[in-house]
Nanobody
Framework: QVQLVESGGGLVQPGGSMTLSCVGSGRILVNYGIGWFRQAPGKEREGVSFLSASGGGTHYADSVKGRFTISRDNFKNTVFLQMNTLTPEDTAIYYC????????????????????WGQGTQVTVSS
């Protein structure tokens, strides 16, 4: 049982940057694989990025590869998503999620693989 709280969202201009935070409580996040997901109005939830429990493995959606970076601070029990060169297509509610276990056959960007979810934070990219 882990609780997740996202923060850092808001309004940003195209080409700008923003960093989201996901703070865990109840359990330490090093025990979980952590994913960032987003959902825009009328669209399905999309996996954005994944960080393994060990911190050594990452995955990124093609749409954000090279622009977004996932990382964690174990002492602060926080996972970050640094987002650069933002475009209006990045506008969505962003969620962090924790997975108890992801085996080698799991898709780490598949939201059905995750057990715990934060409430989401809105990111709006607009002029």
């Amino acid at each position: 049982q882990v609780q997740l709280v996202e923060s850092g969202g808001g309004l940003v201009q195209p080409g700008g940057s923003m960093t989201l935070s996901c703070v865990g409580s109840g359990r330490i996040l090093v025990n979980y694989g952590i994913g960032w997901f987003r959902q825009a109005p009328g669209k399905e939830r999309e996996g954005v990025s994944f960080l393994s429990a060990s911190g050594g493995g990452t995955h990124y959606a093609d749409s954000v590869k090279g622009r977004f970076t996932i990382s964690r601070d174990n002492f602060k029990n926080t996972v970050f998503l640094q987002m650069n060169t933002l475009t209006p297509e990045d506008t969505a509610i962003y969620y962090c999620a924790a997975a108890e276990r992801l085996n080698s056959y799991s898709n780490p960007l598949d939201h059905t693989e995750y057990d715990y979810w934060g409430q989401g934070t809105q990111v709006t990219v607009s002029s």
